[in-house]
């Protein structure tokens, strides 16, 4: 009898903290966090052989640039929270890395500033722990290693502003309508801010109740193809000069080669606009970012000790 009431009292016990367990984290939903990481351009400038697109075929190591981020997020349950981020980041295109003839004769490059705000959904398939993970054999308390992953879904506002190098001066490029944009039939000047939806996946370690780190590799889709300044034709390079000043008109054509790129014009008045960007593919960018969390415990949460 004595053995009987001993099991019960272990049974109930163990019950009890599986159910502290599974409500526990109503008592950590609120997280901040703060991350380092690595960024890269996907789109016309620069990039692999062929047309340039926003894949990851175009990616280049070489073009990687720093950013950061910090953010905050609530969870609404074990395996579903929303997000909010604010990232800088650098990006950087550059023509002088590609292979492809057309792309790399063209001789255009790039760089700008980021500035993000987004908003996220995160999903845990094996939810997002409370706890570290403890071992059941061994050591009593001992942590076993063990990352959880994660994929997120969400929308995000970024503001841009490319920049090309002449003569070592960093020159903003929407003012000059390198594209003979409001001149001639051709579109206003574009927006330097467009929408984003980030897609991507992560791994999560949880050190203690409070504290994890994590890694995350992203990808944004954009509604802009100017990120890089760069997307239908070439515009006459003479009437950009006359409107916008003489840099204008050296930023829209910098061809090594001018038979392979720029305005053709014929005898008989007729101009031949080449192809500078490729307007069928919006502008992409993605991060690699690894992350400290932070969690803020509401009252006492429980777990018990094997």
């Known amino acids: 009898m004595l053995r009987l009431r001993n099991y019960i009292i272990v049974l109930l016990f163990v019950l009890t903290g599986f159910q502290s367990y599974g409500q526990g984290w109503k008592f950590v939903r609120h997280e901040v ?9 996907l789109g016309d400038l620069g990039g692999a052989r062929g047309i340039g697109t926003h894949g990851i075929k175009d990616l280049k190591l070489r073009m990687t640039r720093p950013t950061i981020t910090a ?117 206003d000047k574009y927006k330097r801010f467009t929408l984003a939806f980030p897609v991507g996946i992560g791994g999560k370690y949880r050190i203690d109740k409070q504290l994890a780190i994590s890694f995350e590799l992203s990808l944004r889709y954009t509604l802009s193809d100017y990120i890089d300044d760069v997307s239908t034709s070439y515009y006459l390079k003479d009437e950009i000069a006359a409107n916008y000043g003489d840099v204008a008109g050296q930023l829209s054509d910098r061809s090594l080669d001018p038979n392979l790129n720029g305005v053709i014009q014929y005898a008989d008045g007729r101009n031949n606009y080449l192809q500078r960007g490729n307007p069928r593919y919006n502008d992409a960018y993605m991060f690699g970012i690894f992350s400290i969390h932070y969690r803020f415990i509401k009252g006492q949460t429980f777990i018990p000790k094997f």
């Open 33 to 41: 966090h703060f991350g380092v990481g690595a960024s890269n351009f």
């Open 71 to 187: 953010g905050y997020k609530c969870m609404l349950s074990p395996y579903f929270s929303v997000k909010g981020s604010l990232l800088w980041g650098l990006l950087h295109g550059d023509d002088a890395v590609t292979k492809n003839l057309v792309r790399n004769n063209r001789n255009l490059s790039f760089r700008s500033n980021i500035g993000e705000f987004s908003t996220y959904v995160e999903f845990f398939p094996y939810s997002d722990k409370v706890y570290p993970r403890y071992k059941l054999k061994g050591i009593n308390g001992n942590k076993a290693f063990s990352v959880t992953p994660y994929f997120v879904v969400g929308v995000a506002m970024t503001l841009f502003n490319p920049k090309a190098n002449l003569n070592g001066d960093w020159i903003a490029l929407q003012p000059l309508g390198t594209e003979g944009q409001g001149l001639g039939g051709r579109p």
